[in-house]
Nanobody, 123 residues
Framework: QVQLVESGGGSVQAGGSLRLTCAASGYTYVCMGWFRQGPGKEREGVAAICSDGNTSYANSVKGRFTISQDNAKNTAWLQVNSLKPEDTATYYC???????????????????WGQGNQVTVSS
């Protein structure tokens, strides 16, 4: 059974940092993506990484967020720095068996999703 377990969310002040973790079990993913959905907003892709190490980022987080992985542990991380109130959202990780170049940050590439993890940034 495929399962994605997220951890690491929380509440921080603007300028703070968090590290989100996504551990996959049940299969080996090809690409892992992070998405978020803020209050009253549509879900958006934030970052993605594939097993070959390639990464991609949404323009809104470039230079602040870093995605990484440990293929052997089937685990990916999203380091989020210089957080802003507009980063407040539920963050989801998702796994895909589809590889694109650059890695996909569109949700339709992803089949399996984590439960979501709340990140709240106060000003």
């Amino acid at each position: 059974q495929v399962q994605l377990v997220e951890s690491g969310g929380g509440s921080v002040q603007a300028g703070g940092s968090l590290r989100l973790t996504c551990a996959a079990s049940g299969y080996t993913y090809v690409c892992m993506g992070w998405f978020r959905q803020g209050p009253g907003k549509e879900r958006e892709g934030v970052a993605a990484i594939c097993s070959d190490g390639n990464t991609s980022y949404a323009n809104s987080v470039k230079g602040r967020f870093t995605i990484s992985q440990d293929n052997a542990k089937n685990t990916a991380w999203l380091q989020v720095n210089s957080l802003k109130p507009e980063d407040t959202a539920t963050y989801y990780c998702a796994a895909s068996q589809t590889r694109t170049t650059p890695p996909p940050i569109r949700s339709y590439y992803y089949n399996d999703w984590g439960q979501g993890n709340q990140v709240t940034v106060s000003s």
